[in-house]
Each structure stands twice: as C-alpha cells, then as structure tokens.
C-alpha cells in the first residue's frame, strides 16, 4: 500500500509540475491575447489589469496600419519558397538515401557548411547583388533566399525520413515494372508523407519569422510581417496594445497551419524513434 501511495503522490507531483511548467510557457501568449483586446491605458496599467472591457478597436486600428499587403507578401513569399525547397528536396533527398549518389557524405557536408555562414557576413553582397539585379524591395529575392535557407536543412531532415522507408516496398514496386517518377508517388510518397509535411511546416514557421533578410532588402513594396511589427518601436515608446494585436493576427496563419498539422508533424517528428 505504502509503494502504490508513493507512485500516486510520485504521479500527482508530476502532473503538477509538468502543469506550472506549461502555464509558464503559454503565459506570454495568453498575456499578449489579453493585451490585444485592451485599450491602451488599460495595458500600461501598474499593477496590471486583469479585468477590464475588451474592445476590437486595435485590430482595426492594425488593418488600417496596412497591414493586409504584408501578410500578403509573408503568405505568398512562405508559400512559394515552402513549394519550390519540397519540389527540390524530394528528389535531392532520395537520391541521398534510397540511391546513393558518389560522396553523399561530401554533398550532406556542403550542404551542412551553407548554415555555418553567419547572415550578417552575406548582406552586404547580398544587398549589392539585389541592387544590380532590380531585385531589391522585391518579393523574389525573399523566394530565393529563403529557398536557400530553408533547401539545407529540408534534405537533412528529408533524408532520415527516406531512410526509414523499407527497401522491401521499394523492390517490389520495381519487381511491378514501376518507373522512378511513379515509384516516388505511389510508394515512397504516402510512406514520407508525415515527414514532409513536418519539414514544410518548419520551412513555412523559418519563412514566416525571418526578419534579417526581409529589414534589409525589402521596405514599402515586399515587406513582411516582421517588418510591420518593428513599426511600433518608436521614439515615443511602445503601443503595447496595438503591438500585441499586430503580433497575434501575424501568429494566427502559422498558429492555425500547425495546428491543422499537428497529427502529421507529431508522425513526422517521430519517424525512426520507435522500432
């Protein structure tokens, strides 16, 4: 009786902590959420206010910002930079695990030593470069940045996902006489799928959140949401209503994306941990 009251307390003791932990991090979230439905002298209150009545006002006041053309340009730039790094990924990726090409190991070690370049070495060129090309404050030369920030790592995670696919399918769709194209889509595809959609979303979230490129190479025409959000960091201080309101309309797509994915990305994830 004393060992089964142990694992019991053991248990609750557990649970209660593993609760406080994940109230601490989802705290800032559900303060930001409060914050955005406040006025704002309700959100520079001291102690804060916790009850208060919500208003829409800073959602609209945010739209009327001009906020619509940088999600626009944070969902087209994500969308097609996420598409073009899974259309060349794939194919990289297997040919990296299910049909080694000679020095794989040379290829996945260049392909690794492209995220050691520290960003703020390359903006420079990068800068001269989109000048002379009519390239900067242009939608694609985010699309093309972030297809190489994104297509490195995607084949690293593409390939241990490729790697788990049983050789024994892969036999006998070629024993059936299927081609490569219709080997990768009717067999090697639906076994990966939860794999690629956990890469997507990764690419989709580095995307949506990168700031560096997009403060540095864009500014009325391409901006993106991170870029609208430094907006309200101004001589005067902080609107820290609007910037909360601001900060979760820019959080809801990938919010809302991950958790539609959700099953796939836990699937994903957790590929090759149980044999």
Request: aromatic share 12%; with cysteine.
């Given at each position: 009786?004393?060992?089964?009251?142990?694992?019991?307390?053991?248990?609750?003791?557990?649970?209660?902590?593993?609760?406080?932990?994940?109230?601490?991090?989802?705290?800032?979230?559900?303060?930001?959420?409060?914050?955005?439905?406040?006025?704002?002298?309700?959100?520079?209150?001291?102690?804060?206010?916790?009850?208060?009545?919500?208003?829409?006002?800073?959602?609209?006041?945010?739209?009327?910002?001009?906020?619509?053309?940088?999600?626009?340009?944070?969902?087209?730039?994500?969308?097609?930079?996420?598409l073009i790094v899974l259309l060349v990924g794939v194919p990289a990726a297997y040919a990296l695990s299910l049909a080694p090409v000679p020095k794989t190991s040379n290829v996945l070690?260049?392909?690794?030593?492209?995220?050691?370049?520290?960003?703020?070495?390359?903006?420079?060129?990068?800068?001269?470069?989109?000048?002379?090309?009519?390239?900067l404050d242009n939608v694609l030369v985010l699309i093309i940045l972030y297809t190489a920030m994104n297509l490195?790592?995607?084949?690293?995670?593409?390939?241990?996902?490729?790697?788990?696919?049983?050789?024994?399918?892969?036999?006998?769709?070629?024993?059936?006489?299927?081609?490569?194209?219709?080997?990768?889509?009717?067999?090697?595809?639906?076994?990966?799928?939860?794999?690629?959609?956990?890469?997507?979303?990764?690419?989709?979230?580095?995307?949506?959140?990168?700031?560096?490129?997009?403060?540095?190479?864009?500014?009325?025409?391409?901006?993106?949401?991170?870029?609208?959000?430094?907006?309200?960091?101004?001589?005067?201080?902080?609107?820290?209503?609007?910037?909360?309101?601001?900060?979760?309309?820019?959080?809801?797509?990938?919010?809302?994306?991950?958790?539609?994915?959700?099953?796939?990305?836990?699937?994903?994830?957790?590929?090759?941990?149980?044999?």
């Amino acid at each position: 009786m004393t060992t089964h009251a142990q694992r019991r307390a053991g248990g609750i003791s557990l649970s209660v902590v593993t609760w406080v932990i994940a109230i601490l991090f989802v705290f800032p979230l559900i303060w930001m959420v409060l914050t955005s439905f406040k006025q704002e002298a309700d959100a520079y209150t001291d102690p804060p206010r916790l009850f208060f009545s919500p208003t829409l006002s800073q959602f609209a006041n945010i739209i009327e910002r001009g906020f619509l053309p940088y999600l626009a340009n944070s969902a087209f730039v994500t969308i097609v930079s996420t598409l073009i790094v899974l259309l060349v990924g794939v194919p990289a990726a297997y040919a990296l695990s299910l049909a080694p090409v000679p020095k794989t190991s040379n290829v996945l070690g260049f392909f690794l030593s492209t995220k050691m370049l520290p960003i703020v070495a390359a903006i420079i060129p990068l800068y001269v470069i989109s000048q002379r090309t009519q390239l900067l404050d242009n939608v694609l030369v985010l699309i093309i940045l972030y297809t190489a920030m994104n297509l490195p790592l995607a084949i690293w995670m593409l390939r241990s996902f490729f790697l788990e696919v049983p050789t024994e399918m892969i036999e006998a769709g070629r024993v059936d006489g299927a081609k490569l194209p219709l080997l990768l889509y009717r067999v090697i595809l639906p076994v990966v799928a939860p794999g690629i959609a956990a890469t997507a979303l990764i690419c989709v979230i580095f995307s949506w959140t990168e700031f560096f490129y997009a403060v540095n190479l864009t500014a009325a025409r391409a901006g993106t949401v991170p870029v609208f959000l430094v907006g309200f960091i101004t001589s005067e201080g902080l609107y820290w209503a609007q910037l909360s309101a601001a900060a979760l309309l820019a959080s809801l797509p990938v919010m809302i994306v991950g958790w539609i994915a959700q099953n796939h990305l836990v699937r994903g994830l957790s590929m090759g941990a149980v044999k």
